[in-house]
């Protein structure tokens, strides 16, 4: 009899931890850029993707349907960020190699969103890829670009706007909506009473009463619409015709929404943490180059509440540091894989009132990683007039040929190396002119 009691509340206690383990989830973002295509009609792909967790820890995959090829994890599932309340931010990349440029869709599915007061349970998020070359720029299409917290944080007393910061590498128009049940976009797709978005990506909190404090799972999706029609083109040269009003691909854009006790007021800077300079704006863009570092300084004031912690979301390599209460900094270096992508770093600074964490607004600064311009190399064969040896003034005599090419209306960016004696060799980038 011991024994069956003891098997039943081993039994029970296995239970409780998997459905512990099984409500973690609080949401994801996914982007794609298309990398190469080979002249045997493949197509390569890098997909990153952040995953929302409860805390960090948790690892999930992507299922493939479709043109799927062959993947490979360039990066593991590697933790971005995470708050001293809760909630944690993990990054994966993903690289396919596809035999042709079909599209594809990619399915996160499985585990359960933390418990929430718009009845979501089981979490899905759907991401269609488009690689077939377009009209209007003959290159595979990208899919819009953004990023969020994994937890946003409003009291209840205080009209918000959530302003999500959008960029199209392609030029495209970029809206947002609500997931769809019918497009089993998400399960079920039930919107937040108290949240609403405009397709121009604004999501409006209106307080309402004490009632609607509580947790909710915002399941949002992100589409890119042409500017005029055109058409894509696949492989084997069948086509397709998107007009201004068929989306081209689309991500998913997920997080918890915590709606919280009132404050005692509104008005950033008391009791909600505000922004102050060098704190750069809300759609900053910055400009680097590869392997180059940007620092993103970040100052934020309240004087009704303590200042706790920075929150960001953006690549995984982010490194956070502090100089003391509100003073923050963000530091990224890109990498040479990174050529040509744009990334987004968001933050939000959050307080202690009252035994709740409340945040400030939400900043978003787009970082655009400028490629190298192409060099060109030439090799010139020179009569070279001078009384001073070749191989033991090198240095002397390239910069001597220099200044002279120069003189003769050559580019300042040029470089110049003796290669062997009569052969000069030139070396410039295509913006020096």
């Keep these: 009899m011991f024994r069956d009691m003891d098997s039943i509340l081993l039994l029970f206690m296995l239970l409780l931890i998997s459905r512990t383990q099984a409500y973690h989830i609080y949401g994801t973002v996914m982007t794609y850029y298309p990398k190469n295509t080979y002249s045997d009609g493949s197509v390569s792909v890098i997909?990153?993707?952040k995953l929302n967790y409860i805390s960090c820890g948790f690892d999930d995959s992507w299922v493939c349907s479709g043109n799927c090829g062959t993947a490979t994890q360039s990066l593991p599932v590697t933790t971005v960020d995470q708050s001293s309340g809760d909630g944690c931010q993990r990054e994966g990349i993903t690289t396919y190699l596809l035999p042709n440029n079909s599209p594809l869709q990619l399915t996160l599915s499985g585990n359960s969103w933390t418990t929430s007061l718009n009845v979501i349970i089981y979490r899905r998020a759907v991401a269609a890829v488009e690689l077939r070359k377009r009209s209007?720029?003959?290159?595979p299409n990208t899919s819009p670009q953004t990023t969020i917290l994994p937890v946003i944080r409003l009291p209840s007393n205080c009209q918000r706007n959530i302003n999500l910061l959008t960029f199209d590498p392609d030029g495209d128009i970029v809206k947002c909506r609500y997931g769809n049940d019918m497009l089993f976009e998400c399960d079920p797709c039930t919107p937040p009473p108290v949240l609403s978005v405009s397709s121009s990506c604004t999501l409006s909190f209106s307080p309402n009463s004490s009632s609607s404090e509580n947790s909710y799972a915002v399941q949002l999706m992100m589409e890119d619409f042409p500017h005029q029609t055109i058409t894509l083109t696949h492989t084997s040269g069948s086509q397709e015709v998107k007009t201004t009003s068929s989306a081209i691909s689309k991500i998913p854009i997920q997080f918890l929404l915590k709606v919280l006790p009132l404050i005692p007021s509104c008005t950033e800077g008391l009791y909600l943490p505000k922004f102050v300079p060098p704190t750069p704006d809300n759609?900053?863009?910055?400009?680097?180059t590869v392997n180059q570092m940007v620092e993103i300084p970040i100052i934020?004031?309240?004087?009704?509440?303590?200042?706790?912690?920075l929150l960001f979301s953006g690549p995984y390599n982010v490194i956070k540091s502090t100089s003391g209460s509100g003073r923050y900094t963000l530091t990224w270096t890109s990498s040479d894989s990174e050529s040509g992508q744009s990334h987004f770093i968001c933050f939000a600074v959050q307080a202690s009132y009252s035994s709740f964490l409340y945040q400030s607004e939400l900043r978003c600064v787009m970082v655009q990683i400028i490629p190298p311009p192409p060099r060109f190399v030439y090799s010139l064969n020179l009569k070279i007039s001078t009384a001073m040896s070749l191989e033991n003034n090198k240095e002397v005599i390239e910069k001597l040929v220099k200044d002279e090419l120069i003189k003769r209306g050559l580019t300042s960016e040029m470089s110049v190396r003796l290669l062997r004696k009569r052969l000069v060799q030139l070396a410039a980038s295509s913006s020096s002119g």
């Design 47 to 49: 997909l990153r993707y």
């Design 300 to 309: 934020a004031q309240a004087t009704a509440s303590q200042i706790i912690e």
């Design 283 to 288: 759609g900053a863009q910055i400009n680097i």
């Design 136 to 139: 209007d720029s003959s290159k």
